[in-house]
């Protein structure tokens, strides 16, 4: 069974430079949730998508980040001019219905980024 | 700021002794509580939950107590095998239905056989 899946793995990307993260969602969650763990930190929410639309996207640390989800599918996630402090885990996680418990977000494997 | 922290990063268990992870919080509005198993490579994925209006969930091996006065909980994991060497993060929400998890740094147990 297919869970939540992200590519790449990895992305090595120079700083100044825009990287596109991608999430691909368990088949038929609404809920789509973008997270990211810096080196020493704990996991960071980013934004929430319910279908296409963002209702919380309060977590995104700059207007450098954004992201979209489209078909109430797959998201992605982009950094614009890419700083090194951006290095991170980026982790994206799904889950069945608006307002489920929170227990029931699915993560994904991540996409390490670093930024030289 | 921190909001739940996990001041210990690390954790070496025997096996078959119990292993005990401990987290700390900070926001009293959080209400749900919850612990999560992440292998390398992989994502993390939920291990037990508990609401506070709980001081004690069990599930099999596992265990995790709340005390509420304290903002503090821990897992018990009884007894340890080799197969639960993995980061431990806790995790905190306002709400079972909330959106935003609040996470902590993880712990990273080590179970010897």
């Known amino acids: 069974g297919a869970g939540v899946s992200q590519s790449p793995s990895n992305k090595v990307t120079e700083k100044g430079k825009d990287v596109e993260l991608r999430c691909d969602p368990i088949s038929g969650h609404t809920a789509l949730y973008w997270y990211r763990q810096s080196l020493g930190q704990g996991l960071e929410f980013l934004i929430y998508f319910q279908g296409n639309s963002a209702p919380d996207k309060s977590g995104l640390p700059s207007d450098r980040f954004s992201a979209e989800r489209t078909g109430g599918s797959v998201s992605t996630l982009t950094i614009q001019r890419t700083q090194q402090e951006d290095s991170a885990v980026y982790l994206c996680?799904?889950?069945?219905?608006?307002?489920?418990?929170?227990?029931?977000?699915?993560f994904g494997p991540g996409t390490r980024l670093t930024v030289l | 700021d921190q909001q739940v922290k996990q001041n210990s990063p690390s954790l070496s268990v025997q096996e078959g002794r119990i292993s005990i992870l401990n987290c700390d919080y900070t926001?009293?509005?959080?209400?749900?509580f919850l612990w999560y198993k992440k292998y390398p490579a992989e994502g993390p994925t939920f291990l037990i939950s508990i609401s506070s209006i709980k001081d004690k969930n069990e599930d099999g091996r596992f265990t995790v107590f709340l005390n509420k006065s304290a903002k503090h909980l821990s897992l018990h994991i009884v007894p340890s095998q080799p197969g639960d060497s993995a980061v431990y993060f806790c995790a905190a929400s306002a709400s079972a239905g909330a959106n935003n998890l609040f996470f902590g740094t993880g712990t990273r147990l080590t179970v010897i056989p």
């Open positions: 996680a799904s889950s069945p219905n608006r307002g489920t418990l929170a227990n029931e977000q699915f």
């Open positions: 926001n009293s509005m959080f209400d749900y």
